[in-house]
């Protein structure tokens, strides 16, 4: 029991480890298995909210709330994408294309305000090249194979469905690694190479971010619920949508919290 | 805040003085009867301490106790107030007899 115990506590981000960790050990130790259930709620609270774990300075919650909006943005993006791309038969017309194009602007926007910004030195630019050639490596590589198996001539109505469907997964597999890969660079360079954002930038951008989400997952959804149909990946894309939406709302709601640096 | 939110209860528990995780636990089962799961403790101890409201004592090891900052005790003393206040309007319209 306390093998499972341990191995739930393992899964909450480093900080809040770090700092508590031996004792959400021992506390659900001494609780039991009925425990775990709030165990798990606590994980994905604590990496719903970021800004709440314990830092060593204002800055370093800048440098987590950044992230955290650079993750919102890329997975807004691939989940429209994916949307794009895969959920057919949606109905599609001009004022839903205007509407998921203003939302793709709207990220890139977003994204212009939280990214933080790489320290002018070439320390700084060796550090942070070396950590996007480490993280990227493998969705790089992968997303290039499929592009070169497509253009290689191959006729994708000869083949067996099982090469297309592997294909298919292969690059959505690529597109998914980078979109994780991307704010672990951020993770991983540290402040010696990268800057935040400061509090008021990065609540422009947040808001923004929540903007383009909520509009997306809201065009998708209506669209996937009460079009020709239901469809099912685009009900859950404009969902998803929407889920990341509440999550922008947390991040600015604990902000908001935050006493003004002294 | 509301009375059953995890941040009073241990804002309410470390009104005495400073304790650690496992006594701030053992002093809400005291006042409400059960205790919190960890993961709605040590997430309200995180937050209570991001905003300032609590802080960790130094040189205890492993069991770091922690206690209000005078900003925390201004923060329960508005909140309880405020509980107070909406407490005793509801018991006088019940006819509860408060004496």
């Not at chain 1, 997306?216 to 239901?230: K, M, W």
Request: aromatic content about 4%; some cysteine.
């Amino acid at each position: 029991m306390s093998v499972v115990a341990r191995s739930l506590v393992r899964l909450y981000p480093d900080a809040f480890r770090e700092r508590w960790g031996s004792l959400v050990e021992d506390e659900a130790r001494g609780a039991g298995w009925k425990s775990w259930p709030n165990l798990i709620a606590g994980i994905v609270d604590m990496w719903l909210h970021p800004v709440v774990w314990p830092a060593d300075s204002p800055a370093q919650r800048q440098r987590r709330v950044a992230t955290m909006g650079i993750t919102v943005a890329l997975a807004a993006w691939f989940l429209g994408h994916l949307a794009a791309e895969q959920a057919d038969p949606l109905p599609a017309d001009g004022i839903r294309d205007g509407v998921m194009h203003g939302c793709t602007t709207l990220l890139l926007i977003g994204i212009a305000l939280v990214a933080p910004r790489p320290r002018p030195t070439l320390g700084a630019a060796i550090t942070l090249l070396g950590w996007a050639v480490r993280r990227l490596a493998v969705p790089t590589v992968l997303g290039a194979a499929v592009v070169v198996l497509v253009h290689s001539g191959v006729d994708a109505d000869a083949s067996p469905p099982t090469l297309c469907t592997a294909v298919v997964a292969a690059w959505w597999i690529a597109l998914g690694l980078g979109t994780i890969q991307i704010p672990r660079i951020f993770t991983g360079v540290g402040a010696d190479a990268v800057v935040p954002p400061g509090t008021g930038r990065l609540r422009a951008g947040v808001w923004t971010l929540a903007g383009a989400s909520a509009t997306g997952g809201a065009t998708i959804l209506g669209v996937s619920v009460t079009g020709d149909g239901f469809h099912l990946l685009g009900a859950g894309i404009g969902a998803g949508l929407l889920l990341l939406t509440a999550v922008c709302a947390g991040t600015l709601r604990d902000m908001r919290d935050q006493p003004p640096a002294d | 805040m509301q009375a059953n939110d995890a941040q009073t209860l241990v804002l309410c528990a470390l009104a005495d003085g400073p304790l650690h995780g496992y006594a701030i636990n053992t002093a809400i089962e005291e006042l409400t009867g059960e205790r919190l799961g960890p993961g709605s403790l040590y997430g309200a101890l995180a937050r209570l301490e991001s905003k300032r409201l609590i802080e960790p004592l130094d040189g205890q090891g492993r069991q770091r106790p922690v206690r209000l900052t005078p900003r925390g005790r201004e923060v329960l003393e508005r909140e309880l107030r405020a509980m107070a206040h909406v407490a005793n309007a509801g018991l006088r319209r019940l006819g509860v007899n408060l004496a």
